[in-house]
């Protein structure tokens, strides 16, 4: 979990971020997925390969607490989460 409202220039009434994720130092295949509360959904925002080093774009709307969630299915990794903007 990822605490986002509030932080770093996000306000606390934000409801959704923008945010480049990038993963690096990737030791299996797999995916990571980004959202907020609830079920996981079945989609993923980026796709791992070992030894890469993988961004995409994702928006992901914020839990009641101004969280979200990550989930990487395999392996170990770095994971950068950079936030580009956000909505009320």
């Known amino acids: 979990v990822l ?3 509030g932080r770093g220039g996000v306000p606390a009434d934000a409801k959704t ?13 797999g995916f990571i997925t980004g959202w907020y509360g609830g079920s996981r959904p079945a989609t993923s925002d980026l796709n791992l390969l070992p030894g890469s080093t993988v961004a995409n774009l994702a928006v992901i709307p ?3 607490t101004g969280t979200i969630s990550l ?3 395999a392996g170990h990794t ?3 989460a950079d936030v580009l903007g956000y909505y009320r």
């Open 17 to 29: 971020v923008v945010v480049t994720l990038t993963a690096t130092n990737v030791t299996a295949a």
């Open 71 to 73: 989930y990487n299915l």
């Open 78 to 80: 770095d994971l950068i």
């Open 3 to 5: 605490n986002v409202a």
């Open 62 to 64: 914020l839990s009641s």
